[in-house]
């Protein structure tokens, strides 16, 4: 195929995925005030007004999509925050999403060569993130990493950011990771305390699951000791966050079946996950299978039956607190349990309920702290600065702990911490952590 005969082809791809969409925005501007790069970088192409813009222009061949489209949405975040301030309500996500996957198409066809990291990143998606044996393989390597001292040694020696310095700085942050021993078991039901409430499953995710099964664990003994009977699905899989953010519509699609099948095997009353990320992936597979007829109607109720574990917790009046939180506490949103899942009030309302605790909240806490799935990790000094600002803002509250609800966001305020020079006055914890412990769960 010539190049021009490409070019049109990926143009009318464009134009059919996304350009009635992209027509409904009226450039008011409503959008820019909440945008992270717009706010950082004070460049239009920057922005989402711009940013559709582009895709406008893309799609009636105008532009290039790759050398003038690729790089405006390679920066953007996909925070979401401008759906919520847009007074017409475009679909950003939309959007951004069908440039994205038009994008990643058109580099495989034209077959420019890849560069290492995409690679790297072509196989962690494939071989490691769907295959959960694998990461927890990997998650019990850092375990021996961490609990041998090796950590210390490299940290001293600054191997690791000698490689790569982000890779260096996040290794820093990373939280303790939990012995093997102690992580649950997929396909195992984990009874309530005292009377039961309900049953539910547990979305356990692919990071939180190696990396944070703390966590993970924590929230299944703190829905037992809620009344609330567990059951960690046998088949689960990742949730194909990652995928969609790399505009792998197909591998997306198949790891949603594979999750919403699952589900439906086992008869519950909900689908509980603790990442905000994974949360918002769960909560659009009905927009990502709307073509499929088969899927569809499964799709929807599976949406319909997703939830954030703060919007179950903050339903129930009797919280078994056992211990008093000393300090101050504030929170970082997550931006696609706040953006995409509307779930603003429940971690709020939990915070304020734990004992001893003094709630404060953070100048501009609904604003990206520029985690993004590895947006980090891609675009390293474009994240830092805007986290640098995040920090000005949450040291101003003089919390001593920082929550936030989503490994990524998680991990990012550590760092933040670390690199405020604030580590010794400061931590940063999963909301779970803090509600837990609390609770007397460890």
Same mark, same amino acid.
């Given at each position: 195929?010539?190049?021009?005969?490409?070019?049109?082809?990926?143009?009318?791809?464009?134009?059919? &995925?996304? @350009?009635?969409? +992209?027509?409904?925005?009226?450039?008011?501007?409503?959008?820019?005030?909440?945008?992270?790069?717009?706010?950082? !970088?004070?460049?239009?192409?920057?922005?989402?007004?711009?940013?559709?813009?582009?895709?406008?222009?893309?799609?009636?061949?105008?532009?290039?999509?790759?050398?003038?489209?690729? *790089?405006? !949405?390679?920066?953007?975040?996909?925070?979401?925050?401008? *759906?919520?301030?847009?007074?017409?309500?475009?679909?950003?996500?939309?959007?951004?999403?069908?440039?994205?996957?038009?994008?990643?198409?058109?580099?495989?066809?034209?077959?420019?060569?890849?560069?290492?990291?995409?690679?790297? &990143?072509?196989?962690?998606?494939?071989?490691?993130?769907?295959?959960?044996?694998?990461?927890?393989?990997?998650?019990?390597?850092?375990?021996?990493?961490?609990?041998?001292?090796?950590?210390?040694?490299?940290?001293?020696?600054?191997?690791?950011?000698?490689?790569?310095?982000?890779?260096?700085?996040?290794?820093?942050? =990373?939280?303790? %990771?939990?012995?093997?021993?102690?992580? @649950?078991?997929?396909?195992?039901? @984990?009874?309530?305390?005292?009377?039961?409430?309900?049953? /539910?499953?547990?979305?356990?995710?692919?990071?939180?699951?190696?990396?944070?099964?703390? #966590?993970?664990?924590?929230?299944?003994?703190?829905?037992?000791?809620?009344? #609330?009977? /567990?059951?960690?699905?046998?088949?689960?899989?990742?949730?194909?966050?990652?995928?969609?953010?790399?505009?792998?519509?197909? +591998?997306?699609?198949?790891?949603?079946?594979?999750?919403?099948?699952?589900?439906?095997?086992?008869?519950?009353?909900?689908?509980?996950?603790?990442?905000?990320?994974?949360?918002?992936?769960?909560? *659009?597979?009905?927009?990502?299978?709307?073509?499929?007829?088969?899927?569809?109607?499964?799709?929807?109720?599976?949406?319909?039956?997703?939830?954030?574990?703060?919007?179950?917790?903050?339903?129930?009046?009797?919280?078994? @607190?056992?211990?008093?939180?000393?300090?101050?506490?504030?929170?970082?949103?997550?931006?696609?349990?706040?953006?995409?899942?509307?779930?603003?009030?429940?971690?709020?309302? &939990? &915070? $304020?309920? %734990?004992?001893?605790?003094?709630? /404060?909240? !953070? $100048?501009?806490?609904?604003?990206?702290?520029?985690?993004?799935?590895?947006?980090?990790?891609?675009?390293?000094?474009?994240? !830092?600065?805007?986290?640098?600002?995040?920090?000005?803002?949450?040291?101003?509250?003089?919390?001593?702990?920082?929550?936030?609800?989503?490994?990524?966001?998680? =991990?990012?305020?550590?760092?933040? #911490?670390?690199?405020?020079? %604030?580590?010794?006055?400061?931590?940063?914890?999963?909301?779970?952590?803090?509600?837990?412990?609390?609770?007397?769960?460890?």
């Amino acid at each position: 195929m010539k190049t021009d005969d490409i070019d049109t082809k990926y143009s009318e791809k464009l134009y059919e &995925l996304s @350009y009635d969409a +992209a027509n409904m925005c009226v450039q008011c501007g409503y959008c820019l005030p909440v945008c992270p790069t717009y706010l950082t !970088m004070g460049n239009e192409a920057q922005s989402p007004r711009g940013r559709i813009n582009l895709v406008k222009m893309a799609a009636e061949g105008k532009i290039d999509i790759i050398n003038d489209l690729k *790089e405006p !949405m390679d920066l953007c975040l996909g925070c979401r925050a401008c *759906e919520v301030a847009c007074p017409v309500n475009v679909p950003y996500g939309d959007i951004y999403g069908a440039a994205l996957n038009v994008i990643a198409e058109k580099e495989k066809a034209t077959k420019s060569p890849p560069t290492m990291s995409d690679k790297l &990143l072509q196989t962690m998606l494939k071989n490691l993130f769907p295959k959960k044996n694998r990461l927890r393989t990997a998650g019990s390597f850092l375990w021996f990493y961490q609990s041998t001292g090796l950590s210390k040694i490299t940290q001293n020696t600054k191997i690791v950011e000698m490689v790569s310095k982000p890779m260096g700085q996040f290794e820093r942050a =990373l939280p303790k %990771v939990e012995s093997p021993t102690k992580r @649950y078991k997929f396909g195992e039901h @984990y009874k309530a305390v005292g009377e039961r409430k309900m049953i /539910v499953a547990f979305f356990p995710g692919c990071i939180m699951d190696a990396v944070m099964s703390k #966590i993970n664990r924590q929230s299944i003994e703190l829905l037992q000791k809620c009344g #609330i009977e /567990v059951v960690i699905p046998q088949n689960i899989t990742c949730c194909g966050a990652l995928h969609s953010h790399q505009g792998e519509v197909d +591998a997306t699609k198949k790891l949603a079946k594979q999750n919403i099948e699952a589900f439906e095997e086992l008869g519950v009353t909900y689908l509980i996950n603790n990442a905000g990320g994974c949360g918002a992936m769960l909560h *659009e597979y009905d927009k990502l299978l709307a073509d499929e007829p088969e899927w569809k109607n499964r799709a929807n109720k599976f949406v319909d039956r997703s939830r954030d574990i703060t919007e179950v917790l903050a339903e129930i009046d009797d919280i078994p @607190y056992e211990k008093e939180w000393q300090g101050v506490i504030t929170y970082q949103d997550s931006c696609h349990l706040r953006n995409v899942q509307g779930v603003v009030d429940p971690p709020r309302k &939990l &915070l $304020k309920s %734990v004992p001893g605790a003094t709630f /404060v909240e !953070m $100048k501009n806490s609904h604003l990206c702290c520029a985690s993004g799935g590895i947006y980090n990790l891609l675009n390293f000094e474009e994240s !830092m600065e805007i986290l640098d600002e995040k920090m000005l803002h949450a040291i101003k509250t003089e919390a001593s702990t920082i929550v936030t609800t989503n490994p990524g966001c998680l =991990l990012q305020m550590r760092l933040g #911490i670390e690199r405020s020079g %604030v580590k010794n006055n400061m931590q940063g914890l999963h909301l779970i952590e803090v509600i837990a412990e609390a609770c007397g769960i460890n």
